[in-house]
């Protein structure tokens, strides 16, 4: 089994920061596993943010969140950090880290079904 817990989420006023972490434990060989970032706002649907394949060189993000949010990972510590800047109140969500076990793919999918196992999820608030 596959563990994925996010944290780092809290109250931020419109314009700062945020590092969210994700940590993996359990069964997998994590510097082989494409990792993603989505998010869920009340009332809407989980949207893609970010995603990273296995060597970190191919890094895809939304187009709501270029420019203003960096994904990254670290294979030897079994983490992938987002960081946000500039943050919006759109960007108010739940934050759920998403791995990609089962299927090995040459980059990151931006798809919600591709991927095998999700945290729990951290809230981020940015108010206005």
């Known amino acids: 089994q596959v563990q994925l817990v996010e944290s780092g989420g809290g109250l931020v006023q419109a314009g700062g920061s945020l590092r969210l972490s994700c940590a993996a434990s359990g069964r997998t060989f994590f510097s082989r596993n494409n990792m993603g970032w989505f998010r869920q706002a009340p009332g809407k649907e989980r949207e893609f943010v970010a995603a990273?394949?296995?060597?970190?060189?191919?890094?895809y993000y939304a187009d709501s969140v270029k420019g203003r949010f960096t994904l990254s990972r670290d294979n030897a510590k079994n983490t992938v950090d987002l960081q946000m800047n500039n943050l919006k109140p759109e960007d108010t969500a739940v934050y759920y880290c998403a791995a990609d076990i089962a299927t090995i793919r040459p980059v990151a999918s931006r798809k919600a079904n591709d991927y095998d196992y999700w945290g729990q999820g951290t809230q981020v608030t940015v108010s206005s």
């Open positions: 990273i394949n296995w060597s970190g060189v191919t890094i």
